[in-house]
């Protein structure tokens, strides 16, 4: 069965500063990965995606994600943290075997601090 | 020109009652879900419909029943409501025939409190 890791509860980082919110994945067959961003009281909005091809993915709003196959993890990171970006991020994956709903991590809270 | 729509958006009712929450996709996708998000920000699947035929059904008491019309629409029906069914309730929806590398676009999320 597919599993999303997401092992840090909470992230606080300076604004300006980098950020990373880690992600680790367990999937039969190859690994289709996402993060997804939810403000308050908000759905999810979809940030980028790695299917194939460059490890490095751009997104939406800055952000980008390194997929690593040898430790399984697709890391969240952006190199100049806002204080709009803190909010509740979410890891999911989608495995190749034709299951169509995502699996996601628990989350991970971002508080950039001014 | 909202892509996933649900209604109602804040739902507060009695232990015992039934209750429906409905969901539309514009987006022309052929495959939509229901994710419940529990106290904790958890989200878990719960049905999946693809061309309005269920795909997924994950351990969801049968209090649960989602009724697809047509491929735009997914609704939830909820009988004999308990409190621990308090939680929000997410619509997704994605283009299957696209391949297993597309996004889903979800809803802004109904809040329902059971008292």
């Known amino acids: 069965a597919q599993s999303v890791a997401q092992p840090e509860d909470q992230v606080n980082v300076a604004e300006g500063n980098p950020l990373t919110v880690k992600c680790t994945y367990s999937?039969?067959?190859?690994?289709?990965l996402f993060w997804y961003v939810q403000y308050p009281n908000r759905g999810l909005q979809f940030l980028l995606k790695?299917?194939?091809?460059?490890?490095l993915v751009k997104g939406s709003y800055g952000f980008e994600a390194e997929f690593n196959k040898s430790q399984t993890s697709f890391h969240l990171k952006k190199p100049s943290a806002l204080v709009s970006d803190s909010a509740l991020y979410f890891c999911?994956?989608?495995?190749?075997?034709?299951?169509?709903?995502?699996?996601f991590g628990s989350g991970t809270r971002l508080q950039v601090q001014p | 020109d909202t892509a996933v729509s649900q209604t109602p958006k804040y739902l507060v009712t009695q232990m015992g009652n039934d209750k429906s929450i409905k969901c539309e996709q514009n987006?022309?996708?052929?495959?939509m879900y229901w994710y419940k998000q529990d106290s904790k920000k958890f989200l878990k699947i719960m049905f999946s419909?693809?061309?309005?035929?269920?795909?997924i059904n994950e351990t969801v008491p049968n209090r649960f029943s989602p009724k697809s019309p047509d491929k735009a629409h997914l609704n939830l029906h909820i009988n004999s409501l308990e409190l621990g069914d308090s939680a929000v309730y997410f619509c997704?929806?994605?283009?299957?025939?696209?391949?297993?590398?597309?996004?889903?676009?979800f809803g802004q999320g109904t809040r329902l409190t059971v008292v």
């Open positions: 790695y299917i194939t091809g460059d490890n």
């Open positions: 987006l022309g996708h052929d495959t």
């Open positions: 999937v039969s067959g190859n690994p289709y």
């Open positions: 997704a929806s994605s283009r299957q025939g696209a391949g297993l590398n597309t996004e889903a676009f």
């Open positions: 999911a994956v989608r495995d190749g075997t034709g299951r169509r709903a995502l699996t």
């Open positions: 419909y693809n061309n309005k035929e269920l795909i």
